[in-house]
């Protein structure tokens, strides 16, 4: 099937004749502007469309090219959010409104089936994920926080026809599950049986002391303290008057502090959890969370004006939506960010070159180098995005990339990690740097580490394949090869 796409807006243009609406449902709604905003990294890309009227409502729609029936279908709604200024107290988030709105009359009221994006005000930000049901909307149980600087920040909200979802800010996934859990508005189907209770005998110890493991001989009879053997008796001591002299007790240092090794226990069962039931609050709805969407529009309060909206995409493609962000966010990101800094420069406020790094962690980021987690400029903080966060890793592109690097990991030289006896040979690491090679056979090549120094036995560590073009030389001549001559030991982690 092929990707569609219901609604891209690049605002290469604002065009008010035949796609936006500017509701008439109030006298005083805030005005737009195509602008870049104060932060130029690239005239054309980074235009978009710019909040303008200090504490005002707003209210603009435009319709999809056709309506988004999205039942079987995943929704993808995408957008980009800027703010040009110090936020105060604004919304900025995008709606999905149903295909009946009249865009003209879109007010406050008008019911939407999907709100998403950041809201800010005062101490309280966050991004909202609100989704109709039955006349009413429910905001996303999860918190998730925006980004809030100066820069260009991507929101992208998935619906998945199974009822899963992802939220992603700048392409990193910060929320993802079923809507079931995240919201209060879909019953599941299955619930833990609450009346269950974990049998008495339920052993959930996965570690348990080794009964074969007995204390030294001797270890139950140590005295905790003996009497100080350096100590020494006062000369002016009376024994008539003070009774006989007796040595301060000190700890004993000799004591043998022994615990029983740690096995895993043979009888472990794994954490218990309550089984599942039907839940009888569960309702066959073969419509919760599908939409039949026909605008997309901003509907907001806003005391800081300046937030610039860019990039809209509603499509059932996250490949497709990918593309747009590689195309546009992606491409700008990183000089935005410098000129960011030339803009806090011009305006006295350098901040430390930390604020500026670009934290994608792909280690290119020259200034920053050494730089890993990634600090992004915030009004007067900074803002710590986390750096566990996966990257975005969705749609056909990249699966095809994992499996591919799957594939690199599973396929490569690491031949033989069987010894003869069908023992695994132990780990080689870097810390045993591997000895002269030995030869077995013409085909493999083992290498040994010493033991201990007087241990006459050697430990294989590793076979491989001879690689060619290395002398091998016969068993009595072996430990004489030239150390820059030994192969590598290939490492595998996952031996
Ligand atoms: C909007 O608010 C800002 C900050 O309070 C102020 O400096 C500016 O003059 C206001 N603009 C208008 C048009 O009132």
Not at 140 to 153: A, E, G, R, V
Not at 288 to 298: D, L, R, S, W
Not at 313 to 322: E, F, L, N, P, Q
């Given at each position: 099937t092929l990707a569609k796409v219901y609604f891209q807006e690049p605002f290469d243009e604002f065009n008010t004749a035949t796609r936006w609406v500017h509701s008439k449902a109030r006298p005083d709604y805030g005005e737009w502007e195509l602008s870049?905003?104060?932060?130029?990294?690239?005239?054309?890309?980074?235009?978009g469309l710019r909040s303008m009227t200090n504490d005002s409502h707003y209210a603009l729609a435009a319709p999809l090219e056709q309506?988004?029936?999205?039942?079987?279908?995943t929704l993808v709604l995408q957008y980009s959010v800027r703010f040009d200024k110090v936020i105060d107290c604004s919304g900025a988030y995008i709606k999905l409104f149903p295909v009946d709105l009249d865009p003209e009359q879109m007010n406050n009221e008008s019911p939407y089936h999907v709100m998403f994006g950041p809201d800010l005000c005062g101490s309280s930000h966050s991004v909202k994920v609100l989704l109709g049901h039955k006349g009413k909307n429910y905001d996303?149980?999860?918190?998730?926080?925006?980004?809030?600087?100066?820069?260009?920040?991507l929101y992208t909200l998935i619906l998945y026809p199974d009822l899963s979802y992802k939220v992603l800010v700048d392409n990193k996934i910060k929320a993802e599950g079923t809507i079931a859990k995240d919201w209060s508005f879909i019953q599941p189907k299955m619930i833990e049986d609450k009346t269950a209770k974990k049998p008495k005998d339920w052993d959930d110890r996965a570690m348990i002391d080794d009964p074969e493991d007995q204390p030294p001989e001797n270890y139950e009879n140590q005295p905790e303290e003996i009497p100080d053997p350096n100590a020494v008796k006062p000369e002016d001591w009376d024994e008539e008057m003070d009774g006989e002299w007796e040595a301060p007790m000190i700890d004993n240092p000799d004591r043998m502090i022994w615990f029983p090794q740690s096995i895993p226990n043979p009888n472990y069962q794994g954490v218990w959890k309550a089984p599942m039931i039907d839940n009888p609050d569960y309702e066959e709805d073969p419509?919760?969370?599908?939409?039949?969407?026909?605008?997309?529009?901003?509907?907001?309060?806003q005391v800081t004006p300046g937030t610039i909206m860019d990039n809209i995409?509603?499509?059932?493609?996250?490949?497709?939506?990918?593309q747009v962000a590689e195309e546009t966010w992606s491409k700008f990101r990183k000089a935005e960010r410098k000129a960011k800094k030339a803009l806090d420069v011009e305006r006295g406020l350098v901040m430390n070159d930390r604020a500026y790094a670009d934290d994608d962690n792909d280690g290119d980021d020259a200034e920053n180098s050494n730089f890993k987690g990634g600090l992004s400029l915030a009004n007067d903080d900074f803002t710590f995005v986390e750096e566990s966060v996966q990257k975005v890793d969705i749609g056909s592109e990249s699966q095809e990339l994992d499996e591919n690097s799957k594939a690199q990991e599973?396929?490569?030289a690491q031949a033989i990690p069987v010894e003869q006896d069908g023992q695994q040979p132990s780990k080689p690491t870097q810390d045993i740097p591997p000895q002269a090679p030995v030869v077995d056979s013409d085909d493999t090549t083992t290498v040994t580490k010493p033991l201990k120094a007087q241990d006459e036995k050697r430990e294989t560590i590793a076979t491989y394949e001879k690689p060619s073009g290395v002398p091998v030389q016969a068993k009595d001549g072996a430990e004489d090869l030239p150390e820059q001559e030994l192969p590598t030991v290939p490492l595998h982690d996952e031996l």
């Open positions: 870049t905003g104060a932060l130029v990294a690239d005239p054309l890309v980074n235009q309506p988004f029936h999205t039942k079987g279908k996303i149980k999860k918190p998730i926080s925006p980004i809030n600087d100066q820069l260009t920040h419509d919760v969370a599908t939409y039949n969407i026909g605008y997309v529009g901003f509907e907001l309060w995409v509603i499509t059932d493609s996250v490949k497709h939506a990918r599973q396929a490569p």
